[in-house]
């Protein structure tokens, strides 16, 4: 979290086709709908990097967020999720770097209101901007015999997005909900000057369809999507 790249397709581009792809080649055949909510058999809530430490200043020192609802979008995953028994894991980023927002002992360091981990749902706590590195959550997945994830959380292009590679190339089937993650504006490599929007679509193109499936919270909530087991 305390770097990141460049790295995004904006809602309006996501194809069907390329979601439809892939279905074919990965999965997301099986589901159950239980309050309205088709959430498959068993796939897990991953909470990213949820944290105060995500308000300071210095993240926007190039430029606002984008998706200034992400959060309330996240509340809603998460809430149908508690609301169905569903499996959620809460990632936490520690930092070792004495100047970062999200060092141990900061303020920024805690949950964001309303994401605090309750009784019966895992914390995962990493140190990378990978929550499988350094983690037992692949273990902790795999006992459990999940195989599908839906991700929400920021940033968009620096740990959502590199948990979401390694989480698919570890064979998870992985949907990624656009609106419940967020980014800053920061500048190419050629110096230019990218809105937040324009960081969270490049990172979006990056992993839809290789990576993982793109989706909104709405499509998930409504039960519109099939999520895989």
């Known amino acids: 979290m305390d770097s990141g790249y460049v790295a995004g397709l904006g809602h309006a581009d996501r194809s069907q086709g390329r ?64 609301e169905t028994g569903r499996p959620v894991y809460h990632v936490r980023h520690d930092s070792a770097e004495p100047q970062s927002t999200y060092r141990p002992g900061q303020p920024g360091n805690e949950f964001k209101s309303g994401f605090e981990p309750r009784p019966g749902e895992d914390l995962i706590v990493k140190h ?11 273990q902790m997945l795999r006992r459990r015999g999940l195989a599908s994830l839906v991700v929400a959380g920021v940033i968009t292009n620096n740990s959502v997005e ?19 993650c967020f980014t800053f504006a920061r500048r190419d490599w050629n110096g230019v000057l990218r809105s937040a929007a324009e960081v969270h679509a490049m990172s979006l193109a990056n992993l839809e369809g290789e990576y993982c499936r793109v989706a909104t919270a709405a499509e ?10």
């Open 19 to 82: 979601r439809h792809h892939y279905r074919r080649s990965g999965g997301f055949d099986c589901t159950s709908q239980e309050a309205g909510v088709a959430i498959g058999l068993a796939p897990a809530l991953l909470l990213i990097d949820l944290q105060k430490a995500i308000d300071d200043p210095y993240w926007a020192r190039e430029g606002p967020r984008n998706n200034p609802d992400a959060e309330r979008a996240a509340l809603q995953l998460l809430t149908a999720w508690r």
């Open 162 to 180: 590199t948990s979401v590679r390694h989480a698919a190339t570890l064979g998870f089937r992985v949907t990624l909900v656009e609106d419940a």
């Open 220 to 229: 998930i909530l409504s039960g519109r999507l099939e999520l895989g087991v």
């Open 128 to 138: 990378t901007g990978s929550a499988f590195v350094g983690t037992p959550l692949e």
